[in-house]
């Protein structure tokens, strides 16, 4: 639960209402001036309208320069950066033909293997020129290949699963496989901060959806307990089915889930476990198994288990492993399997090469460096901020680390900021976080080096001090701890 700082509300609140005020007297006068012309959509509703639409015009667009900025290069630790230009205030942007090499703090590449590779790439090649870039088909008609079998095979084995399938985009693999896994007369129960397309697949799946507060296992079992005892809504019949659902490593969070106890808490009550590992797999655990291997909690205790291919291992899609007749079950009818163009064989053939090097099976212990340089990386870069006065979102191992901004203008402050001293960030706000909760969310790798992470560590603590985002009292250097001594001896 993250606590505002009473001021930091009062202003953040009043920087929404000032943009929010000013929006509405613009349009106002917006409208004044299009009641002059006439419409060529006469008697048609606007398509685009609401909340939305005005928070887009009147927010989003002012600093829409702070994100989808372009690249033109590998999503390495550094990465080439397209500059844009506008000539509109913002409302439009056009690529330049120059470009700054920037520090990437930005993508998802927790293992390295996003940039060419010594071992995944010539397999990738060698894939392509047997295979071609596409199936071009879904996996039932021709869209199965010996790769794609050797691919499930591979991450059933590697999550400690009898069996999974693969789906070629990460957020269907959510949002396509809820719905035939629960339906009417069945109870999701979801903690509040899962992603959307976690919420997404849950709303079609026609289930009774419950909430539960943020990894708070005894507000998980309450609920549980309350609906059990209510039965389903106006006949209190017995839920057909109850499936609780959580992330391993909360992407906007940084935090570790609560494992152990909420699988004690569903085994309790006889409900299945979700568990969506889109960004621990790979990144966490001895040998990168997730949080399983983390927390110490057997996989079969966890009834189904996602996670996605986009992290850890330099490709796309996602995956579900569970038991041989779940799989089996979602083969005849999951529309992400049946209809969907299956995934890439070389998006394929990468994922199995990441995985054997990860083991080992490559001959070299570079899988070992990589998640052991990982965790290393992780907690050196979240302790030095924390240091530094940061409000630093997460958990230690995890590798995403949420940087607290609160109000809207230090949103592309410490983006534009950060770019100008040639360090990439993302920076976060509504909707994809509560209204008062924007944030910059680093995201460390494997291939940053030490001197990458010092870099940045400088370039955050200047541009920190800057605008005014280190809500806590630093620490004392330890340079500053011996003057101190030596003047009191």
């Not at 021709?142 to 400690?160: D, K, P, Q, R, Y």
């Amino acid at each position: 639960m993250i606590t505002i700082p009473y001021l930091t509300a009062l202003t953040t609140y009043f920087s929404y209402g000032l943009l929010f005020a000013f929006g509405q007297f613009r349009d106002f006068f917006r409208k004044i001036f299009d009641w002059w012309h006439a419409s060529n959509l006469q008697g048609y509703a606007p398509i685009c309208l609401g909340l939305e639409d005005f928070y887009i015009r009147r927010l989003y667009l002012r600093i829409q320069d702070c994100f989808g900025r372009p690249i033109c290069s590998p999503p390495d630790a550094w990465f080439d950066v397209v500059e844009r230009v506008s000539n509109d205030n913002n409302k439009t942007l056009k690529r330049t033909t120059k470009v700054s090499r920037c520090l990437n703090l930005g993508s998802y590449n927790y293992l390295g293997f996003a940039a060419s590779d010594e071992y995944c790439t010539p397999r990738v090649i060698e894939s392509l020129k047997k295979y071609s870039a596409s199936t071009c088909s879904p996996r039932v008609d021709g869209g199965t290949t010996s790769i794609h079998m050797e691919l499930e095979e591979c991450v059933a084995n590697f999550v400690g699963k009898p069996a999974a399938i693969v789906t070629g985009m990460g957020y269907v693999t959510n949002s396509a496989i809820l719905p035939v896994l629960i339906g009417k007369g069945g109870l999701i129960i979801s903690d509040s901060l899962n992603h959307n397309s976690i919420v997404n697949g849950a709303r079609g799946s026609g289930a009774t959806i419950r909430v539960f507060q943020h990894n708070t296992p005894s507000h998980l079992e309450k609920v549980l307990r309350e609906h059990i005892a209510e039965g389903q809504p106006r006949t209190h019949r017995p839920w057909k089915k109850i499936i609780v659902i959580v992330e391993g490593i909360y992407s906007m969070e940084g935090e570790l889930c609560q494992l152990p106890e909420i699988v004690t808490i569903c085994k309790k009550y006889k409900a299945y476990v979700y568990l969506d590992e889109a960004h621990s797999i790979g990144a966490v655990g001895k040998t990168g198994r997730g949080v399983c291997e983390l927390l110490g909690v057997d996989t079969a205790d966890v009834d189904i288990m996602m996670g996605t291919f986009t992290k850890s291992f330099g490709s796309c899609g996602g995956y579900i492993a569970g038991s041989k007749e779940l799989i089996e079950y979602l083969k005849y009818t999951c529309p992400a399997h049946l209809y969907a163009t299956s995934i890439s064989p070389p998006a394929a053939q990468q994922i199995i090469s990441a995985i054997q090097v990860i083991l080992g099976e490559d001959g070299s212990s570079r899988g070992a460096q990589k998640l052991a340089r990982i965790r290393e990386n992780s907690n050196f870069f979240r302790s030095e901020l924390q240091k530094m006065g940061f409000e630093v979102l997460g958990d230690n191992d995890s590798p995403v680390m949420p940087i607290m901004l609160y109000n809207p203008a230090k949103i592309p402050a410490f983006s534009r900021e950060c770019l100008r001293q040639n360090v990439a960030v993302v920076t976060v706000a509504f909707p994809a976080t509560p209204l008062l909760l924007a944030r910059a969310r680093i995201c460390i790798s494997a291939a940053h080096s030490r001197e990458d992470l010092n870099k940045a560590l400088e370039v955050i603590s200047r541009v920190g001090d800057l605008i005014g985002i280190k809500y806590f009292p630093a620490e004392p250097q330890k340079q500053q701890l011996e003057e101190n001594r030596v003047k009191l001896e």
